[in-house]
Nanobody, 119 residues
Framework: QVQLVESGGGLVQPGGSLRLSCAAS????????MSWYRQAPGKERELVAA????????NYADSMKGRSTISRDNAKNTVYLQMNSLKPEDTAVYYC????????????WGQGTQVTVSS
């Protein structure tokens, strides 16, 4: 059974930082591309950042470039998202997403963690 369990969300003031974590089980973690998506109320889910299986390649949404860092620890089966200089428009549910690092129809989502940026 595949499980992706996010943690680290919460309420933070504008300009603050949060570090999200996603612990994976039931997959060969070091063979999966790991991504973070987010969905704000009334909006479509959008990619925030992604990291290849070896951690050697990352990509970010334009809105998060320079303010976030995705990383992974393959020994701990965990992917992280460090977010800095948070803005109210970053408020959303953040989801962890896993897909194999080869052409595949396999897709796995976490349950999401709420991030609220407000004073």
């Amino acid at each position: 059974q595949v499980q992706l369990v996010e943690s680290g969300g919460g309420l933070v003031q504008p300009g603050g930082s949060l570090r999200l974590s996603c612990a994976a089980s039931g997959i060969t973690f070091n063979m999966y591309v790991m991504s973070w998506y987010r969905q704000a109320p009334g909006k479509e889910r959008e990619l925030v950042a992604a990291i290849r299986s070896t951690g050697g390649s990352t990509n970010y949404a334009d809105s998060m470039k320079g303010r976030s860092t995705i990383s992974r620890d393959n020994a701990k089966n965990t992917v992280y998202l460090q977010m800095n200089s948070l803005k109210p428009e970053d408020t959303a549910v953040y989801y962890c997403y896993a897909t194999p690092d080869w052409p595949s129809t396999l897709r796995y989502w976490g349950q999401g963690t709420q991030v609220t940026v407000s004073s």
